[in-house]
């Protein structure tokens, strides 16, 4: 490891969060060293998030220089207290980077710690050849799986698949996802479907319909040729669906969201659709219809575990496209412009 010690590393540096901000590839960067309770990982790659340009674009608070939170890598180096066993296991370092495991909520959900850290949002993210991350939140990956197939996983996977737990629906229940040819969408498809759940999937193009209907949607609706809420109301024997789980972070989608609900039905905020966007819905709608609306930022480190069998049992794939690390502006710019389908995978420089 004495090459690691007091070394630099490569990573994509933003210099100050802001719209159409663009990130630096440099070189000079310090290696961190693991403080009590933490690992040195060496990142092979990470995922791009949608959230990601939130921060980098200054559209969500971003306190940190390097962004990314669905990052795979080995360990090289334990810190103070960390048993050795860990060393040359491969993990994944999460948005949820560090909960305090102590608090009233932790008891209950740590994924709402008022206490946590998360990657690329206050401390250094995954956009980087390596990272230090305390050892009790990474997640210990299983053999089986490419690291590009495991990183979406991480915060697109997770985050779908705690959303659709959230919805509480039952084998037969329509489920509507807006974005469902997206990051999030096209995992959240794949999670439903095979709980027997019938997704409605939203999108737009002839690739996004044919990749959403392929992964188990039963019905797809293009947003630009066709009327979301009659198709809905058609589908569902003009009820509305179970759940909405909103993964697109536009004002217009929550709004339609609750158009196509059904009385009793359940809203999953996921999507954000800047900070002071104010839900679209009254009192009164709520009141009259009995709807449920919940949020939710990723999931529990026992979804991930379920989540990763799933993905061993063929149930759950992730369709990633991968690129290097140096072609992550552009990235950047094209999942602003919604112009992704899958997921994007940045390799690391080795
Ligand atoms: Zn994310
Ligand atoms: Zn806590």
């Not at 220089?65 to 370092?93: F, M, Q, T």
């Not at 149930?315 to 690390?325: D, F, R």
Request: negative net charge; hydrophobic residues 40%; proline residues 5%.
């Amino acid at each position: 490891m004495g090459s690691i010690e007091g070394g630099v590393q490569v990573a994509a540096w933003l210099d100050k969060p802001g719209h159409g901000a663009v990130l630096r590839i440099r070189e000079d960067i310090d290696i961190p060293i693991p403080k009590e309770g933490e690992v040195l990982v060496k990142l092979e790659c990470s995922g791009i998030c949608h959230s990601d340009v939130h921060s980098i674009y200054n559209e969500t608070p971003m306190d940190t220089d390097i962004a990314g939170h669905e990052g795979v890598g080995y360990v090289v180096k334990c810190g103070p207290s960390v048993a050795d066993e860990v060393l040359n296991a491969r993990v994944g370092v999460k948005w949820q980077y560090r909960t305090c495991g102590k608090c009233e909520i932790c008891a209950v959900d740590s994924t709402a710690c008022p206490y946590q850290d998360n990657a690329g949002r206050n401390v250094r993210g995954t956009f980087a050849q390596y990272i230090c991350a305390p050892v009790r939140d990474l997640t210990m990956l299983p053999e089986g799986l490419e690291s590009k197939i495991l990183a979406p996983l991480l915060c697109a996977g997770l985050t779908m698949y705690s959303a659709i737990a959230k919805a509480q629906l039952k084998p037969g229940h329509w489920l509507v996802l807006p974005g469902a040819g997206g990051g999030l969408g096209h995992i959240g498809v794949q999670i439903a479907a095979s709980r027997g759940y019938k997704v409605i999937a939203i999108d737009s193009g002839k690739e996004k319909r044919k990749l959403c209907l392929d992964l188990g949607a039963a019905l797809f609706i293009d947003f630009r040729e066709e009327d979301i809420e009659a198709e809905v109301s058609r589908a569902t024997g003009g009820y509305g669906a179970h759940a909405v789980i909103v993964g697109v972070g536009s004002e217009s989608a929550y709004r339609q969201g609750f158009a196509v609900l059904r009385n009793l039905g359940t809203l999953v905020c996921v999507g954000i659709p800047g900070t002071s966007c104010q839900l679209p819905v009254t009192p009164f709608q709520m009141i009259v219809k009995g709807l449920k609306v919940v949020g939710s930022s990723c999931g529990t480190p026992a979804e991930m575990h379920e989540l990763l069998d799933m993905a061993m049992a063929g149930k759950v794939i992730p369709q990633v496209t991968v690129y290097e690390l140096e072609d992550i502006n552009t990235i950047v710019e094209k999942l602003a412009r919604f112009q992704i389908g899958g997921r994007v995978v940045l390799r690391i420089p080795q």
